[in-house]
């Protein structure tokens, strides 16, 4: 898989992604995981025509270690179209800024 990874969070950095992503994301089904829409104007050509498996988003999974932050564009709503793949350029920009702006707003020193 691929993913921006930051890692040897001590028990604070933990607490607050924990806490931020609780506000700012949505849960997954399985403990430590969310899930951040990816903006429509991101949307690839497919992404657009498939409104059926819209919204797109990453994963975020988070542990007491590190928190990783997946390439992959999934949908909500379906596990196997051709419009589910890995992040564009401007995708993958996104996810980065949105990991880095999240380090950056709880002050955590890496």
Not at 31 to 46: A, M, Q, S, V
Not at 80 to 95: V, W
């Amino acid at each position: 898989m691929k993913q921006y990874i930051i890692d040897q969070l001590r028990e604070s950095d933990y607490e607050g992604i924990k806490e931020y992503l609780d506000l700012h994301a949505r849960s997954g089904a399985m403990e430590g995981i969310y899930w951040i829409d990816i903006p429509k104007e991101l949307y690839t050509n497919i992404q657009k025509e498939h409104n059926q498996c819209q919204p797109f988003c990453f994963a975020v999974n988070l542990n007491r270690r590190f928190v990783g932050f997946e390439f992959l564009i999934r949908s909500h709503t379906v596990l196997r179209c051709s419009c589910i793949g890995y992040a564009t350029k401007l995708q993958r920009d996104f996810i980065i800024d949105f990991a880095d702006s999240m380090i950056d707003l709880l002050k955590i020193k890496l």
